[in-house]
């Protein structure tokens, strides 16, 4: 018979709960994230989406300049150009101060997904975040 320590026993069933606490990487994700933006971050910077799924995507701009919220398939090449262009996934236009909400369909592919703003210079200045695209 196997003699176990009292801790031992107290460490396995603490992680045992802890653990059971922790949701997957999918509970997270969400089909109508908000953003919030200005010119220069994103608010959150980082969200995460089921995939292929069709995401109802609210963007706050508190800038005082129209700003260009985009997804990507690649990472954006600096500076953004043309080549960038169609690499958009999906975009949408917000006026400043305006709040503006879309739909889009996210992709198919778990994984990392930039998202940017893609007026010109606005990725050059560090306005871009990410897109976690999850499988269930």
């Known amino acids: 018979m196997i003699e176990r ?3 031992t026993t ?3 069933v603490f992680l045992a709960i802890a653990l059971s606490a922790c949701g997957s ?5 969400t089909t109508s994230p908000t953003i919030t933006m200005d010119d220069f971050n994103f608010d959150p910077n980082s969200i995460t989406v089921p995939a292929d799924e069709e995401i109802t995507i609210t963007i706050i701009n508190n800038g005082p300049v129209e700003q260009k919220w985009a997804v990507m398939i690649k990472p954006v090449e600096s500076p953004f150009d043309a080549r ?6 999906f975009a949408i236009e917000v006026e400043a101060g305006e709040t503006t909400t879309a739909n889009f ?5 778990a994984g990392e997904y930039e998202m940017v703003c893609v007026i010109p ?6 306005l871009f ?3 976690i695209v999850v499988q269930p």
């Open 5 to 7: 320590h009292p801790l």
């Open 10 to 12: 107290i460490l396995i």
């Open 25 to 29: 990487v999918y509970d997270e994700a």
């Open 84 to 89: 960038d262009e169609a690499n958009i996934l």
């Open 105 to 109: 369909d996210s992709p198919a592919a």
């Open 121 to 126: 210079g606005q990725p050059d200045i560090g």
């Open 129 to 131: 975040g990410k897109i």
